[in-house]
């Protein structure tokens, strides 16, 4: 394995601490190796993928660069340039947060959590595919059993780079997802629905039917209509994809679970759960940070939920 190592500078202050702290609690993120002040994951980058360590020596909020390193079986200036981006987009590096934060800061909903996690960003997925498949996998069950069956399909695939004595597993491509059987995928948790939904978007995405990417820059819509007329990949599945694989930071998935009920119990007296249409009626407020705004309540719902986890008292193991 080659390595080269640069340094990257976030436009505007960069709170990197709560970027690790979304990772560490977020179920999707399930690649990542942390250290104390960074972390390690593969990407699908290149003929063979690459192993990236992104680590920033201050945690907290400020304009410091991060420094990448990057380990390939052949490095080339092109490659590393294409890391460059993908890293910049896929951490918001190139885009100052101040705008979404002086723009809410005083709204009377968002102005706490904004405060409380001030210089916090988007965090993209490794990849358009991976979003898909993540969101799929996750549709209608719980966020810790979707985490086990994203390590499960993981394992399945064993599609793995060895850097420094550690072992960085890749994603499923939709090369091999496509030639799986239902019954393989069915195998380790995944309904047949989702397995079959998968499949599709796999074989059209291989055989060239369905435009697609790697790269996370916003698609020809195109893309997305074509993936919502696969069975079973509805309209939140595609917001998860075009926010979270994409990049679309005006995007919210309006039928997100997560966000109906946190944002429910701050407007609603009784703190009753909103509806789908009741969520897209009331943050038309925040447009056009409907990204921003979404990944900040999920910041919020995970940092709530590792509190709890911290000050409930355990149960005894009879």
Not at 7 to 18: A, C, E, R, S
Not at 71 to 98: N, P, R, V, Y
Not at 258 to 276: D, F, K, M, W
């Amino acid at each position: 394995m080659e390595s080269f190592t640069l340094t990257i500078t976030p436009k505007g202050q960069y709170g990197f601490g709560l970027v690790l702290d979304y990772l560490r609690s977020s179920p999707s993120a399930i690649l990542e190796r942390f250290t104390d002040n960074g972390f390690y994951r593969a990407l699908d980058i290149g003929p063979t993928g690459v192993v990236v360590k992104i680590k920033r020596e201050n945690l907290l909020l400020s304009c410091d660069p991060l420094e990448v390193t990057v380990w390939a079986e052949d490095l080339s200036f092109d490659i590393i340039d294409q890391i460059k981006k993908h890293l910049c987009q896929m951490l918001t590096l190139d885009i100052d947060g101040s705008s979404f934060e002086n723009s809410l800061v005083h709204d009377p909903i968002l102005g706490t959590p904004i405060n409380s996690f001030k210089g916090f960003r988007p965090v993209l997925l490794g990849s358009p595919w991976e979003a898909f498949l993540w969101a799929v996998v996750g549709q209608l069950i719980g966020a810790q059993q979707a985490k086990t069956i994203r390590h499960k399909l993981v394992n399945l695939r064993n599609w793995k780079l060895e850097v420094q004595g550690y072992s960085y597993n890749l994603v499923p491509s939709p090369d091999w997802i496509s030639q799986q059987q239902l019954t393989t995928l069915q195998s380790i948790g995944i309904t047949r629905a989702k397995a079959t939904a998968i499949s599709q978007a796999a074989k059209a995405i291989t055989n060239g039917t369905m435009p697609w990417t790697n790269q996370l820059i916003k698609p020809n819509e195109q893309t997305l209509d074509q993936l919502q007329q696969i069975p079973g990949v509805g309209p939140w599945t595609i917001a998860i994809v075009d926010l979270r694989g994409f990049g679309n930071l005006q995007r919210m998935p309006f039928g997100d679970a997560a966000l109906q009920i946190l944002i429910g119990r701050h407007i609603n007296p009784q703190g009753e759960r909103l509806s789908t249409k009741a969520l897209t009626s009331y943050v038309s407020r925040w447009a056009p940070y409907g990204g921003w705004v979404t990944y900040l309540w999920w910041l919020q719902a995970q940092t709530n939920l590792s509190e709890r986890s911290l000050t409930e008292p355990k149960k005894k193991v009879l």
